[in-house]
């Protein structure tokens, strides 16, 4: 089962403006969130986590929201550039099976028009 | 940069020859991770390190083993490589409540 879903394959953005990358998650002992961005070729990088105990997190142009109730989370990137054009993997972290575990989403592909 | 490098970086076997891939971390952490990454399943975890000679299984352990026989190196180790490991494998440190991966090793199984 995947207990970590990003629905959404794809997503076109035009520069300047918001882009909004959803993802939903089903365990609710998941008390860590993490986003990270991957462009070809390379090694995915951290981007943005929030707690369990927090509903928002911002660091600069991104913002991470988190619903509980709800099981799910956002990334918010405004205004959006053409270098944040990449994969974007959310991730939650939890105890699974006695260990500290990360479990990934499918992934989204943002891709930034001029 | 966590100081985590991986090798080979792109590696073309035949089904039924074993393969290692490495991983070698130059910071002293305690925690390594391989992943698989493939289209429509983002990544998932084979096996982690929680010390020295101390492994357990992920998600998607058949096939693979591991050691790590000092802090820095990590070897992946497919004992008879077939076309459904063809994959990105990524290995990962963790520092606090997050990973840190490094650059991946593209393997091609024909």
């Known amino acids: 089962d995947q207990q970590v879903k990003q629905n959404s394959p794809s997503l076109s953005v035009q520069e300047g403006r918001i882009s909004i990358l959803n993802c939903d998650y089903t365990?609710?002992?998941?008390?860590?969130f993490l986003w990270y961005k991957k462009y070809p070729a390379e090694g995915p990088t951290f981007l943005i986590s929030?707690?369990?105990?927090?509903d928002k997190n911002e660091d600069g142009r991104f913002t991470v929201f988190l619903n509980k109730s709800a099981k799910h989370l956002s990334l918010h990137i405004v205004p959006s550039q053409p270098g944040d054009s990449a994969v974007y993997f959310c991730?939650?972290?939890?105890?699974?099976?006695?260990?500290?575990?990360?479990?990934f989403g499918q992934g989204t592909r943002l891709t930034i028009n001029p | 940069d966590a100081g985590i490098t991986q090798s080979p970086r792109h590696k073309v076997t035949e089904t039924g020859t074993p393969v290692t891939l490495r991983c070698h971390q130059t910071?002293?952490?305690?925690?390594m991770y391989w992943y698989r990454q493939d289209p429509g399943h983002g990544l998932r975890l084979i096996h982690y390190?929680?010390?020295?000679?101390?492994?357990d299984k992920g998600e998607v352990s058949d096939g693979y083993s591991v050691s790590r026989s000092k802090t820095e190196d990590f070897l992946l180790t497919l004992e008879s490589a077939t076309s459904s490991q063809t994959s990105v494998y990524f290995c990962?440190?963790?520092?606090?409540?997050?990973?840190?991966f490094g650059p991946g090793t593209r393997l091609t199984v024909t």
């Open positions: 390190s929680y010390g020295v000679k101390d492994t």
């Open positions: 910071e002293n952490h305690r925690y």
């Open positions: 929030i707690s369990s105990i927090k």
């Open positions: 991730a939650a972290s939890g105890l699974i099976q006695g260990a500290q575990k990360l479990v």
């Open positions: 990962a440190i963790r520092q606090g409540g997050e990973q840190y």
């Open positions: 365990n609710s002992m998941f008390d860590y």
